[in-house]
């Protein structure tokens, strides 16, 4: 699974449109007003100190390049909440083609250049102006490194000044991109830099061809005109994989919907399988994945396994899911069939609720190997259906049951810590326990009650 469907960057993906005609938000405004500015006088130092060039190329052909770049930023491939572009086979020419110092500069006039059909039809906020000078960012190392080696008139045997050149652009890129998400929107480093990988590996893949654009152009300015073409070929893949990225995000929500059509179907049969304990297992489920310090990603598994942990019992007669008494020999074995019908059902709809399904089956196996359906024992039990197992055996042992009444939080965490190391996981048995210690008992178990 990739990046794009972490579910912090899914929501992002699907508000980024609404989100881009509303201005600003204040911690958001704040930090990028911030990055604009040091990005602009970043800029101006440049401007001020990097040597002036033996030789530019002419005011038109630096406009071409001004005019190239806007197009280029309209090549959007969709990365998360943001993307990547075609950018580089114009950047590249004019860092080897401009005044190092102006290039940032020119960039980010191309990047507000490039919206302004957004700002004329209403649907990006001219707070976002913040957001394109903050992008220019990613020149600002490179014409440094270009600026500081001063290599002359561009030609291939300047090649290793230019992959230094690179190397600064990629990592303070990644770095600076890594910083902005995580302060406006707490998308986690680590998935950014997953993301930004790709936008990593486009610019390499296009710096070479940009570079020898920039070569060719220092004597024929006319050799820009096979940018158009490219950004063309691009602009048609940016394309594709905007629809293949809907398509995801669709589907996405097709799982999350089934699920809790699932749910609500076990409801109808079964109230209180369906209704108040599975409320209760997700709730804690979710509070002690989160205490184990489960990613986003973790938790909606472990949310899709808590809500549907039980719909096996769907195939089990209501006779004997209501049965106040002990149950026979047979009804017992009818009723340990529902983690492996439960599993079944699931990889019939397929896709995430196949992944689940597996932790379904789980959710009965025992720490120590005595439980069913299939022996499993200690670590070989998914992590997920580990968390379930304990938190379905606290809410069941703190509701009241048609053949029992409920138990205190008290008496069942010491159950709990009995069976610490034979049926459950101890780690989640102590998350557990912190849990119920830090919140009142009295409003934990009413709570997780439904």
């Known amino acids: 699974m990739t990046a794009e469907t972490h579910p912090l960057v899914e929501q992002l993906m699907r508000d980024a449109a609404p989100r881009a005609a509303t201005p600003l938000a204040g911690r958001e405004r704040t ?55 075609g950018v580089q086979l114009v950047a590249v020419p004019m860092l080897v083609l401009l005044p190092p110092g102006a290039v ?37 190392a490179p014409a440094a490194v270009l600026a500081v080696a001063d290599p002359g008139p561009p030609a291939l045997e300047h090649w290793p000044v230019y992959l230094v050149a690179l190397a600064a652009q990629l990592v303070a890129d990644a770095a600076i991109s890594v910083l902005r998400e995580w302060r406006a929107s707490e998308v986690p480093p680590a998935v950014q830099l997953r993301m930004m990988s790709l936008v990593a590996y486009v610019d390499a893949a296009l710096a070479p061809i940009g570079l020898l654009v920039g070569i060719a152009a220092y004597d024929e300015p006319v050799a820009l005109v096979v940018v158009g073409p490219l950004l063309g070929l691009l602009a048609g893949f940016a394309h594709e994989r905007d629809h293949r990225i809907e398509n995801a995000l669709e589907l996405s929500s097709a799982y999350r919907g ?24 997700v709730a804690l489920a979710l509070a002690v994945g989160e205490r184990l310090r489960l990613d986003a990603r973790e938790q909606g598994r472990l949310e899709f396994t808590a809500l549907l942990h039980d719909i096996g019992k769907l195939k089990v007669p209501r006779a004997i899911l209501d049965k106040p008494g002990p149950l026979t020999a047979g009804e ?18 397929g896709g995430v609720l196949a992944e689940v399904g597996l932790a379904v089956r789980a959710h009965h196996e025992r720490w120590d190997g005595a439980g069913y359906p299939d022996g499993l024992t200690g670590e070989a039990i998914p992590f997920i259906a580990r968390i379930v197992t304990v938190c379905d055996s606290y809410n069941a042992m703190t509701t009241t049951r048609p053949y029992r009444t409920a138990m205190s939080a008290e008496t069942a965490l010491t159950e709990l810590r009995e069976c610490a190391g034979t049926q459950f996981d101890p780690r989640v048995v102590d998350a557990l326990a912190e849990l119920v210690a830090v919140r009142a008992p009295t409003r934990v178990s009413a709570a997780l009650a439904g």
């Open 31 to 85: 930090s990028e007003a911030i990055c604009a500015a040091a990005m602009l006088a970043a800029a101006g130092v440049l401007l001020a100190v990097a040597p002036a060039p033996e030789q530019t190329v002419g005011v038109g052909t630096a406009a071409a390049l001004v005019v190239l770049c806007a197009i280029a930023f309209r090549v959007d491939f969709r990365v998360g909440a943001g993307s990547t572009t």
């Open 104 to 140: 940032p500069l020119l960039v980010a006039l191309a990047l507000v250049l490039h919206r302004v059909p957004e700002y004329v039809r209403g649907t990006t906020h001219p707070d976002r102006v913040l957001l394109h000078l903050s992008d220019a960012w990613f020149v600002v």
């Open 258 to 281: 089934s699920a809790l059509l699932v749910g609500e179907m076990l409801e109808l049969e079964d109230p209180y399988t369906g209704g108040e304990h599975s409320r209760g297992v």
């Open 332 to 349: 017992w074995e009818v009723v340990r069939r529902h983690p492996e019908d439960g599993q079944r059902m699931l990889e019939q709809i």
